[in-house]
C-alpha cells in the first residue's frame, strides 16, 4: 500500500465488498469478521486483525456456527 489515501480506499472497497457478500447471504457476520481480520493482517494492523478474529470466534460460538470459512 503506498499511501494512506489508497490505504483507506481499499479498506473501503473490502468493507463494501464483505457486506455485499453478507447482504445476498453468502457470508455470515462471523465470516465477515474472518474476512476483514483478513484485510487488517494484509495492512500489518496485527491487533486490529486479532480483535476481529475473536470476534469472529464470539459470533460463531454464540450461533453454534462451526463453518471456519
Not at 14 to 29: D, G, H, M, P, Q
Not at 62 to 68: F, L, M, Q
Amino acid at each position: 500500500m503506498s499511501t494512506d489515501a489508497d490505504q483507506f480506499q481499499e479498506f473501503i472497497d473490502e468493507v463494501k465488498y464483505a457486506t455485499k457478500l453478507v447482504r445476498n447471504k453468502k457470508f455470515n457476520l462471523g465470516q465477515y469478521y474472518d474476512h476483514m481480520a483478513d484485510f487488517f493482517k494484509y495492512a500489518n494492523m496485527l491487533q486490529d486483525a486479532e480483535d476481529l478474529r475473536v470476534l469472529a470466534r464470539k459470533w460463531q460460538i454464540e450461533k453454534g456456527d462451526s463453518n471456519d470459512n
